[in-house]
C-alpha cells in the first residue's frame, strides 16, 4: 500500500488547502494512506502527531478555506543534513516513501535535494542502527512531486500558480475600493502590491483595473527621466476628464539601473509636480488572505489529483516532477528545470537583460 506525505511550505497561498484535500481523498480513492504534515518540513523532522494519517472526514470543508490548515513555516533544519536525517527517519519508520510538497522555488529545491540525499541518508540510518536493513532495503528511493503555491505567480514553466488568481483578485477589489474615494476627492493613489521579483500581480491588476501607470521589475521604464513620462501621461488621462489617478506599484518594482522605486517616491512626484492629493496604499497581507477563488480550488484540486498520478507512475529513473499548467492543461515538468528557469528570470534582471527576463517570464507578456 503506497503511504504518500503531502506539506505545505514557504508562504501561504490560497488554495494549498484544496491541496491537502484532493491529495488525501484522491489517494484515499487509489488505495493508498495518505499523511499530513503538519508545519512544513518542521513536521518532517519532528515527526509524532506532525506526521498525521488523514481520513476523507479529516479534510470536510477545506476547499472554501484560505490559507493552510496544516500549517507552513519557514525551517531552518531541514536545510542542514541532520534534519534531513531525522526528516528521512520519521518517513521510513511510518513506511512512507513519496512526498508530495506545495510551495516555492525554496521549498521545491528543498524537496529535490531531500529526493537526492536520500539513499546516503537512508544508509546511515541503517550503519547507525536507527533503522533495520528491511527497512532500508524497502524505502530506497524517496518520490518527490511538486506544485507550486505561490501567490506571486513567479515560477517559470507554469502559466499560473496556486493562489495568484486569488490574490489578484483581493488586489482588484481593493484598487477598486480606494477608487472610490479617488473619485470622490479627485485624488491621486499610488498602489504597492506583492509579488517579489516578479511584476505579474502589478501587471494584471493595472490591466484589471485600469491603472493609470504601472512598475513592474521585468520591465522597467527605460528613460533617465521616467518621472516626467509617468507625469505627462497622468496629465493626459486628467485632461480627458479622469477624476481618479491609479498608480500600481510592484513591491520589487525597479528602474533601468536596477535602483528600486519605491511607493512614497511616486507620492512626492505626484504630489510636488502635478499638485495631485496623492496618498499610498500598501496593500501588504490581504492580497493573501481569505477565501480561494473558484480557479484556485480548481487548479489546486485538478493538479494535486495530476500529483497523486505522478507519484503512483513514477520510476527511479523520472527526475522529480513539478505539476503546472500550460494553454489550460495540466502538465508535468522536470522540477529543477523549472526552479532553474526561474532563478534565471532573477539572473537576467540582475544582469540588466530586461528583455531576455520578460522572454523567459513570459513571451506573451513581452510587448
Ligand atoms: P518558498 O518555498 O516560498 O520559496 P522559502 O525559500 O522560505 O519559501 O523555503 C521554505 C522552506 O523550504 C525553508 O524554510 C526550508 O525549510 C526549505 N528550503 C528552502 N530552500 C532549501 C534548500 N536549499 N535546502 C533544503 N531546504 C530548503
Not at 476523507?56 to 533544519?77: F, P, Q
Not at 542542514?80 to 513506511?95: D, I, M, W
Not at 476628464?241 to 512626492?268: F, S
Request: with cysteine; charged share 25%; glycine share 10%.
Amino acid at each position: 500500500r503506497q503511504k504518500i506525505a503531502v506539506l505545505t511550505s514557504g508562504g501561504d497561498a490560497p488554495g494549498m488547502n484544496a491541496v491537502v484535500r484532493a491529495t488525501v481523498r484522491y489517494g484515499i480513492a487509489k488505495g493508498c494512506d495518505i499523511f499530513g504534515v503538519y508545519e512544513g518540513y518542521q513536521g518532517l523532522i519532528d515527526g509524532g502527531e506532525r506526521l498525521k494519517k488523514m481520513e476523507w472526514k479529516d479534510v470536510r470543508g477545506w476547499l472554501a478555506v484560505g490559507g493552510t490548515t496544516i500549517g507552513t513555516a519557514r525551517c531552518m533544519g531541514f536545510k542542514t543534513r541532520e534534519g534531513r536525517l531525522q526528516a528521512a527517519e520519521n518517513l521510513v519508520k511510518n513506511g512512507i516513501d513519496a512526498l508530495i510538497v506545495c510551495g516555492g522555488d525554496g521549498s521545491l529545491t528543498g524537496a529535490d535535494l531531500f529526493r537526492a540525499d536520500w539513499p546516503g541518508l537512508v544508509d546511515e540510518l541503517k550503519s547507525t542502527g536507527r533503522i533495520s536493513q528491511e527497512q532500508a532495503d524497502a524505502y530506497h528511493v524517496l518520490t518527490i512531486v511538486g506544485l507550486v503555491g505561490s501567490i506571486d505567480n513567479d515560477m517559470s514553466s507554469t502559466d499560473i500558480t496556486i493562489g495568484a488568481v486569488t490574490s489578484l483578485h483581493r488586489i482588484c477589489e481593493a484598487v477598486d475600493s480606494v477608487s472610490t474615494t479617488a473619485l470622490s476627492h479627485s485624488r491621486a493613489f499610488v498602489i504597492e502590491v506583492m509579488g517579489r521579483h516578479c511584476g505579474w500581480l502589478a501587471l494584471m491588476a493595472g490591466i484589471a483595473t485600469g491603472a493609470d501607470f504601472v512598475f513592474i521589475p521585468e520591465k522597467p521604464p527605460q528613460e533617465d527621466d521616467w518621472e516626467t513620462t509617468m507625469c505627462s501621461v497622468v496629465e493626459r488621462h486628467r485632461h480627458l476628464g479622469k477624476r481618479k489617478t491609479v498608480v500600481i506599484v510592484a513591491e520589487g518594482a525597479i528602474d533601468k539601473n536596477l535602483k528600486p522605486i519605491k511607493a512614497d517616491h511616486l507620492k512626492d512626484i505626484l504630489t510636488n509636480r502635478l499638485g495631485l492629493d496623492t496618498r499610498v496604499t500598501i496593500l501588504g497581507h490581504t492580497q493573501r488572505g481569505g477565501a480561494p477563488a473558484y480557479f484556485d480550488r480548481l487548479l489546486a484540486t485538478t493538479q494535486s489529483i495530476e500529483a497523486v498520478d505522478a507519484v503512483l507512475e513514477s520510476t527511479p529513473d523520472t527526475p522529480s516532477p513539478m505539476i503546472g499548467m500550460t494553454d489550460n492543461k495540466i502538465t508535468r515538468f522536470p522540477l529543477m528545470k523549472a526552479v532553474a528557469l526561474t532563478h534565471e528570470v532573477a539572473e537576467a534582471i540582475g544582469q540588466k537583460n530586461f528583455a531576455r527576463a520578460m522572454e523567459l517570464r513570459d513571451p506573451q507578456f513581452a510587448e
